[in-house]
């Protein structure tokens, strides 16, 4: 009997009411342990976390209603603030995703308490899901609720409620992995200023939110199609309206492909414990 063996015996003999706990391959316990946490977290400050972010994207749609709402006319058959609205729910819910799965890491670096992710019996596959997935609820939440609260001005519809969740999943869990690898990264919080202001919010206000990217020149054109912020806007708004400017198809598998990917990045950067372990 070796000597690990010799202390699991040791600790049974003197406490026999605990015993040995096995956890499997897959550790569910302390995964949904991890993602409660998660969201308790948020839920904590719903105020600055939830209720701010939605009042923010509502206050976008009433000055761009009040300044231009009766000077466009209807965009590919849509009224303008209809139009309009999809792409703001959108960036809400991709904005949060991300800086919940961002802050996650960061603050613990910050305070001093990273161990708190580190000690517990979680791989990186968990830790990676249960962050990923706290990023997922906060995102939803706030899409939720700036639906909920735009409905109330405006005349709002579902019109492919399968198309609305998947994109709406899909791009929260995009940005949730680019935000766990933001918080990975960053040693302070202007790092993370940094990706917010130099590439989220660029990328997400030239994807066609506040326009038909038919009315782009051909080079600009040809740059929103590929960029992915514009895929998850379309297909939400289609998901809304029924109409969409580009290939749902192509959109749906490039979001997908990118998410497989940075989810790959930071099981990686877990696993070798970079920026967390050292």
Known sequence: MNVKS?????????????????????????????????????????????????????????????????????????????????????????????????????????????????????????????????????????????FIGMSIFIDLSIHNIFAALFYAGIASALLAQIGLLGGIWAEKFDHLATISNFVITPLSFLSGTFYSVSQLPGFAYAITQYNPFFYMIDGFRYAMTGNAEGSLWFGAGLLMALTLMTSMACQYVLAKGWRIKS
């Open 6 to 146: 010799e202390i699991k015996s040791s600790a049974s003999k003197a406490y026999p009411e605990l015993g040995v706990r096995h956890f499997g391959r897959f550790n569910s316990l302390g995964l949904w342990t991890l993602y409660r946490k998660e969201v308790q977290r948020f839920l904590k400050v719903w105020m600055q976390t939830l209720m701010a972010p939605t009042i923010t994207t509502l206050l976008f749609l009433a000055i761009f209603s009040l300044a231009l709402g009766g000077l466009r006319p209807d965009i590919n058959g849509v009224p303008f603030v209809n139009f309009l609205a999809p792409g703001l729910i959108m960036m809400a819910v991709v904005q949060n995703a991300f800086a919940n799965a961002s802050s996650s890491l960061l603050v613990a670096k910050v305070q001093g308490n990273v161990v708190d992710f580190l000690m517990p019996p979680l791989s990186p596959l968990e830790l990676n899901i249960g962050i990923t997935m706290g990023g997922i609820t906060r995102g939803i939440f706030v899409g939720g609720g700036t």
